[in-house]
């Protein structure tokens, strides 16, 4: 099986043991590789691999026992026909402090939450805060993964309105063009809140930080450190409203600074394969060739994949090039983070965005005016970025 770049990565770990499991590689009792054999496989995250194995438990495949590792369950499930499928959705219970603990849905006071994926802090962080806050109101969450796919969360959201949920949150995919599932709800007045993202000429509630003010934060500190040549990348779409803002913001600064915007700077659109087969990328080219001295990654994990593979091609960061992340690629509780990083202060969106929803619902309010949160992010310097050193952009 072909594990691409457009699969997020914990869906990569997945259909891995899963693929195994169903070929017969792993047999019932057997037990599968460990949490940091698998981080070294797929280069990932402890956390892209536990929620990878906290999936597979959940559906049946594996069983964990503490201390000793995770095994192939003895009754796997029914359908082993057809191919590997993707984690898709769990609930979250909406117990609070002497209650009892239900990991099922509460009739009548559920919420819906339709996101791309469950890879990063980002993620787990928003999650946290939407749960917190819809967990005070009495509410239980339950979470489906898009995996990114526009038509996948068109069924999730139908799904959700099949089973009787009060509300969506609605983190939409990466995509060229709206889901209408989601013009369908405004149509219908179903309560929902989209989260980081907006949709342009269509009126709705939503909370997000302000990308074109976290891309000139990033351009500014950069150009203060001497840098002129400085990239900008990502592998979303590039006219996904989030990507398109922080370009526009990207492109607002250098205007600003009477730089001039060089458009090979600008890298969308692009593959990243897992591991070293990624050193055979297009970014992975333009990073090598030198063109750049300080590269703005519009999400945490792909800057935490570029310093990867910066050290592979003897780059040191910040000394040979800068690396800026929108968004803390590490779990930096209590800890200083090594990252430069775009602060969207994910918490705050995530509590935001559910106290809307909960006060729509409890308001039964239908056509009162829509919130627009925008959230002033904050750039926070790391150890990822320093001086230029080189004034030819091609010293590498």
């Not at 069983?63 to 590792?69: D, E, K, L, T």
């Not at 979303?236 to 370009?247: G, P």
Request: charged share 25%; glycine share 8%; net charge negative.
């Amino acid at each position: 099986m072909s594990y691409d770049s457009r699969s997020p990565l914990y869906v990569q770990v997945h259909r891995y043991i899963e693929d195994r499991i169903r070929r017969g590689d792993l047999k019932p009792n057997d037990r599968i590789p460990t949490e940091k054999e698998l981080m070294e496989h797929f280069k990932v995250s402890r956390i892209t691999v536990v929620n990878a194995l906290s999936a597979l438990v959940k559906e049946g495949w594996i069983y964990r026992v503490p201390g000793r590792g995770s095994f192939v369950a003895n009754e796997l499930p029914a359908e082993l026909n057809g191919e590997a499928s993707e984690p898709a959705a769990f609930a979250v219970p909406a117990a609070g402090p002497g209650q009892s603990n239900r990991t099922e849905p509460v009739p009548g006071r559920t919420i819906g939450f339709v996101m791309p994926t469950l890879e990063d802090y980002f993620a787990m962080r928003l999650i946290n805060a939407i749960q917190d806050t819809l967990r005070t109101h009495g509410y239980s969450l339950v979470i489906a993964f898009s995996g990114g796919s526009k038509e996948r969360e068109e069924q999730q959201i139908r799904d959700f309105i099949a089973m009787g949920v009060r509300g969506l949150l609605l983190f939409p995919a990466d995509e060229e063009t709206y889901n209408e599932e989601i013009l369908s709800l405004k149509v219908n007045g179903f309560p929902f809140v989209l989260i980081d993202r907006y949709l342009r000429g269509v009126e709705t509630h939503f909370v997000c930080s302000d990308n074109r003010a976290g891309a000139r934060m990033a351009v500014d500190h950069l150009w203060e450190n001497g840098h002129r040549h400085i990239a900008l990348c990502t592998n979303a779409y590039r006219e996904c409203v989030s990507v398109h803002d922080r370009i526009s913001g990207y492109m607002s600064a250098f205007e600003q600074h009477g730089g001039m915007i060089n458009p090979s700077l600008i890298v969308t659109g692009f593959s990243l394969p897992a591991g070293d087969e990624a050193d055979d990328s297009e970014l992975a080219r333009h990073m090598k060739s030198g063109i750049a001295s300080a590269y703005i990654a519009l999400d945490g994990k792909l800057g935490m994949r570029m310093v990867q593979m910066a050290k592979r091609f003897g780059l040191r960061v910040p000394e040979d090039i800068s690396i800026l992340t929108f968004d803390n690629p590490e779990n930096d509780e209590g800890e200083e983070s090594f990252f430069t990083y775009i602060y969207q202060n994910e918490m705050e969106i995530g509590r935001r965005a559910a106290m809307i929803l909960t006060e729509i619902i409890e308001r039964q309010e239908t056509d009162s005016e829509y919130r627009k949160v925008i959230l002033e992010p904050e750039l926070i310097i790391g150890r990822s970025t320093g001086p230029c050193l080189h004034s030819n952009p091609t010293h590498a």
